[in-house]
């Protein structure tokens, strides 16, 4: 081999060898960086694995919460699908008993025109017989009458408020009851005024009762009490009239008078009662022939004990009894002898 290529290959092994050093450097430089690379790749990796994993956790929350309001509305759509399916049910029951109420109420006013069409059409409810209750002063015949029912008419087709109004237009009728007995009886009950007093007027006597109702003009006198000093006008003194308010106010007196007097045993001696004064009202009793001077309608009971101590006293002496002054104040009550 000559020299010169020793020389050669020399140089060429030193180069090679300085390009191997550089080399070998460079390859543990790479090596450094790749693992270096590789660090951070992995620290990467972990990273993104983290970041996906705190994804997914987010992913499943939010999935979860997502299914769960999902879930949450169903229930609502559920519930506000069986609040409306109610709703509708109800609808549909109120409807169902309305129309039944409506179908009953038709056939029930079907029946009912049907049975009157036929009450009112048959001969069966035709009247046979009227009868009166409880009238003494009014007969029968006049109460019909007045009435204006009559037989052979159908039971129903009669007004019942009209006929006892129509009644009632006789003063000695205070109340009227009317009754239909199926299927062809009329029973007309009948509450009456009694009189009580009687009052003169234009030498007639008109009957009033305890309400001061006149219920008869009449010539002939009853065997009633006679009040004298009526203050109403005569105009007025007609049948179904009532007396003034001023003597309605006298009347009260009499009748606590007429009370006490039957507590006593006198109220059948009374022939009259004169009121022209109310702070003296006087009674005559025609019996005993003497007159009560009675004051006012105070103290009865006293004042009616002497009288009767004074009738028993006095017996058939007529006179005038004097018991209308103050027993408070030392009165004595007294009798005057007629001369």
Same mark, same amino acid.
């Given at each position: 081999m000559s020299k010169k290529t020793k020389e050669q290959e020399v140089n060429l092994y030193y180069f090679d060898n300085g390009q191997d050093a550089n080399s070998t450097q460079q390859r543990e430089e790479t090596i450094d960086d790749i693992m270096k690379r590789k660090k951070a790749k992995e620290r990467e990796k972990r990273i993104e @694995?983290? #970041? #996906? @994993?705190?994804?997914?956790?987010?992913?499943?929350?939010d999935t979860e919460t997502v299914i769960g309001m999902t879930n949450k509305n169903k229930i609502k759509q559920e519930e506000q699908k069986r609040k409306e399916f109610t709703k509708q049910q109800r609808k549909r029951n109120r409807l169902v008993k309305r129309i039944k109420r409506i179908? #009953?109420? !038709?056939?029930? !006013?079907?029946?009912?025109?049907?049975?009157?069409?036929?009450?009112t059409c048959s001969p069966i409810f035709n009247i046979e017989d009227?009868?009166? !209750? &409880? &009238? &003494?002063?009014?007969?029968?015949?006049?109460?019909?009458? !007045?009435?204006?029912? &009559?037989k052979n008419e159908n039971i129903f087709r009669f007004i019942a408020? #009209?006929?006892?109004?129509n009644i009632k237009q006789n003063a000695y009728i205070e109340d009227v009851k009317i009754k239909r007995v199926i299927p062809n009886k009329i029973q007309i009950e009948v509450t009456e005024r009694e009189p009580a007093f009687s009052i003169p007027v234009l030498g007639e006597f008109a009957y009033i009762n305890t309400q001061g109702y006149i219920l008869e003009i009449a010539q002939n006198e009853l065997n009633l009490p006679i009040i004298y000093g009526i203050k109403t006008n005569e105009e007025n003194i007609a049948v179904g009239n009532r007396l003034e308010e001023e003597d309605l106010t006298s009347l009260e007196a009499i009748l606590k008078i007429v009370s006490a007097m039957k507590e006593n045993g006198l109220y059948d001696k009374v022939t009259n009662i004169d009121i022209s004064n109310k702070n003296d009202y006087s009674i005559y009793m025609q019996t005993e022939k003497k007159t009560i001077h009675l004051g006012d309608a105070s103290n009865l009971s006293n004042k009616l004990l002497y009288v009767v101590a004074i009738i028993e006293q006095e017996k058939n002496v007529e006179g005038d009894i004097f018991v209308n002054g103050d027993f408070n104040d030392n009165f004595k009550a007294y009798f005057r002898e007629k001369v």
């Open positions: @694995q983290r #970041k #996906k @994993q705190e994804f997914d956790d987010e992913f499943d929350i179908v #009953k109420t !038709l056939v029930l !006013l079907g029946i009912i025109i049907g049975a009157i069409a036929f009450a009227i009868e009166v !209750l &409880n &009238n &003494n002063r009014v007969s029968s015949e006049t109460i019909i009458s !007045l009435s204006g029912i &009559n408020t #009209k006929a006892m109004n």
